[in-house]
């Protein structure tokens, strides 16, 4: 008997074997109070990697998108973002609820913003006008089907702010995964944003937690912020060890979850009702369009879950595949066999 296949996101990732060990074992302490020093050793690894000053671990991703855009801006800003950023539109509008700064989205090519046009949205001092404090990039690209969005644009994107003196927030909850793909280490990646969010959660396979990293100054303001928000944790050593684990033994496993969703993508994209072009697909996520004569697409996933598989609606025409380390070679065979079976 075959295993449920469940493609709905990498977040569904079990922790490993070593990380329940290292969870059993770790060394604790009450980290609100700031004595946990599984914690303390998690966060330093990880403003390490980043090349910067310092580095908070929090419950959640959108907890540390939410803070860094709080840190950064006050109320009456604007923080211009991509329009299918997953801080514009997959975190509860946590930005204006939580900080009352007006997102303004603009379009892009698969995840990069035009710099010229992101440079034309930036506000002139005004008494009518927002002030443009923050502009949040994304790398990979959630919404653009993993899309790695190109360094030289990231680099423009950032000569632009540094004119402006506008401050850049990095959404890298896959900044591994961009890594991997591209063989541009993360640190480099990390140069672009002020401040940069990676998610241990994701790929990496951890059961909880993301990491904020950023100036000293910084990450002193967001640990306040992360207070308030009830995001201090106790003895939560427990699940950083778990983190720990996640950067040193999953990160370099990454690409294998590439090659399976190129794999996937090349078997199924010319079948009837998906429209898909495989060499959109450079990471672990798979976006396509579903327009069938006789399937909606709700019933296409129905009849996936009959067969063990699971994806998931992102909108009324578009279904995601996202690979990771609980799908393997086998389920992907199995899963594009369902799928012809299903479509032909
Ligand atoms: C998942 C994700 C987040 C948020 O992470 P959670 O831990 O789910 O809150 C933020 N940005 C991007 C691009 C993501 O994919």
Redesign the pocket.
């Known amino acids: 008997m075959h295993k449920i296949s469940d493609f709905r996101s990498d977040?569904v990732t079990r922790p490993t074997e070593q990380m329940r060990k290292a969870m059993a074992e770790a060394i604790v302490g009450d980290d609100v109070l700031g004595d946990d020093p599984t914690v303390q050793e998690l966060e330093s690894m990880s403003s390490d990697l980043m090349h910067k000053e310092a580095a908070l671990y929090v419950p959640?991703?959108?907890?540390g998108?939410s803070i860094a855009v709080n840190v950064w801006t006050r109320e009456l800003d604007e923080v211009i973002v991509e329009a299918k950023a997953?801080?514009y539109n997959?975190?509860s509008t946590s930005i204006t609820f939580i900080s009352r700064v007006n997102p303004r989205p603009l379009p892009s090519n698969r995840g990069a913003m035009d710099p010229s046009e992101v440079e034309r949205n930036i506000k002139k001092p005004s008494v009518h006008l927002p002030r443009t404090s923050l502009i949040c990039v994304?790398n990979s690209h959630?919404g653009w089907g993993g899309a790695v969005v190109p360094m030289e644009n990231l680099k423009a994107i950032r000569e632009v702010a540094d004119r402006h003196d506008v401050k850049i927030h990095y959404?890298g909850?896959?900044v591994f995964n961009a890594s991997q793909a591209t063989g541009i280490p993360v640190d480099e990646y990390a140069v672009i944003g002020d401040s940069i969010m990676f998610?241990l959660?994701?790929g990496l396979s951890a059961p909880v937690g993301?990491i904020l990293i950023g100036p000293q100054i910084f990450i002193d303001q967001a640990r306040r912020v992360r207070k308030a928000l009830g995001g201090g944790m106790r003895q939560v050593g427990i699940l950083a060890a778990a983190g720990i684990v996640a950067l040193n033994e999953m990160v370099s496993r990454l690409g294998e979850d590439h090659k399976r969703a190129k794999r996937l993508a090349m078997e199924i994209h010319d079948l009837p009702g998906i429209n898909l072009n495989p060499a959109h697909v450079e990471t672990d996520i798979i976006i396509f369009g579903f327009d069938h004569p006789e399937l909606s697409t709700d019933e296409f996933i129905i009849k996936l879950k009959e067969r063990d598989v699971l994806a998931l609606a992102t909108t009324a025409k578009d279904i995601r595949f996202v690979t990771h380390k609980d799908v393997d070679d086998e389920d992907v065979e199995r899963t594009i066999a369902v799928i012809r079976e299903i479509l032909l």
Do not use: V, Y
Request: with cysteine.
């Open positions: 977040t959640s991703g959108t907890m998108n997953h801080i997959m975190e994304e959630n959404d909850a896959r998610c959660s994701k993301s």
